[in-house]
């Protein structure tokens, strides 16, 4: 992914700002909302980009010879470890959902936000690419989504997390904008929930040769829509084969599910957080679970992909509480990104 008007500053904070290829017609789903999964995957390119891009800043090394200075000194870092996601949050707006808003350039802040002892927490921002004048200039105010992502530093022989060496933490230790590293808590998996089967397929693993981070987010936003489409079956033309058509799954669903509908998912994603607890590996047989709490926000899902019994990841989505603005049908037809 090519970076353009990359700047770079120090202060208060390791920060950098560009623009970037935005979302992209594969980029939305049926109804018209951008898929999870593609903004999970644009970010992590955008990341990874902006961290293996010479910074304008770049000046001489103690021999006098021009050197190239990465953001965070990317290429190093991931020379010396493995980088494992551990844990990530994603806080969308709501203009991300108005079909009207530009998408396809986007400006990027990426900030360094907390080191620890093996983990690094960095901020990403997404705004619209609007021009002065634009109708949509006051999108440019607030970032479409931001996603503060945390990832583990993991030795390449034993993939288990290693401490970051001296040389990283002594110059970039404390001068990140998070007073601490990102934390989001595994939780109970209650008794009844809505389980969806899964094999890891080729397609699902990264150049890890692990199941890849946005991967889990595709197979939970498949369970959800499952249990949906038995619980509604109007929501499909087409009939459900026998397994989905038994009744007790029918029940299943309806005590797991008490509270979200079709209704609401078409309005979007305001809120995801994601924990990764083990590895999952191609060809292995998972389970993902759905449910919700009885007495929370009925806008709230929880999920856990499990393996033989065991959580490997767990994920909280937040839908939205309200409907997009309307647009005319003009509008709708130019469904610009």
């Not at 990530?88 to 991300?96: G, N, T």
Request: one cysteine or more.
């Amino acid at each position: 992914m090519e970076v353009k008007h990359l700047e770079y500053k120090d202060s208060p904070h390791p920060m950098t700002t560009g623009r970037v290829s935005g979302l992209h017609f594969e980029s939305f789903d049926k109804d018209r909302n951008p898929k999870m999964t593609s903004i999970m995957n644009l970010t992590n390119r955008a990341r990874v980009s902006i961290s293996h891009t010479p910074l304008p800043a770049s000046g001489k090394n103690a021999n006098g010879h021009q050197e190239a200075q990465m953001f965070l000194d990317g290429p190093r870092l991931t020379n010396e470890f493995y980088v494992f996601a551990s844990c990530s949050e994603f806080v969308m707006s709501r203009a991300l959902y108005e079909t009207t808003v530009p998408k396809g350039l986007l400006d990027i802040k990426f900030v360094l936000g907390h080191v620890g002892n093996c983990t690094v927490s960095l901020v990403t921002e997404f705004y619209a690419c609007v021009e002065i004048g634009s109708p949509h200039r006051s999108f440019r105010a607030a970032p479409l989504w931001t996603n503060t992502h945390q990832f583990v530093t993991v030795d390449k022989n034993t993939r288990k997390p290693a401490q970051l060496h001296d040389w990283f933490q002594d110059k970039y230790k404390g001068k990140g904008a998070m007073e601490r590293g990102l934390t989001v808590k595994p939780f109970d998996r209650p008794a009844v929930t809505y389980a969806h089967p899964t094999v890891v397929q080729w397609t699902d693993t990264d150049h890890y040769n692990h199941t890849s981070w946005s991967s889990y987010v595709r197979w939970a936003t498949d369970a959800l829509h499952a249990a949906l489409l038995l619980q509604n079956k109007s929501y499909s033309p087409h009939k459900p084969n026998a397994a989905m058509s038994k009744s007790s799954q029918s029940d299943t669903v309806n005590v797991a599910l008490c509270g979200i509908s079709k209704e609401i998912v078409v309005r979007g994603l305001r809120k995801m957080q994601v924990i990764y607890l083990r590895e999952c590996l191609e060809g292995e047989h998972l389970e993902t679970h759905v449910w919700q709490e009885e007495g929370a926000e009925k806008e709230l899902v929880w999920f856990s992909v499990v393996k033989d019994g065991e959580d490997r990841c767990q994920i909280k989505m937040w839908f939205f509480r309200d409907k997009a603005e309307s647009v005319s049908e003009e509008e709708e037809e130019e469904f610009p990104v």
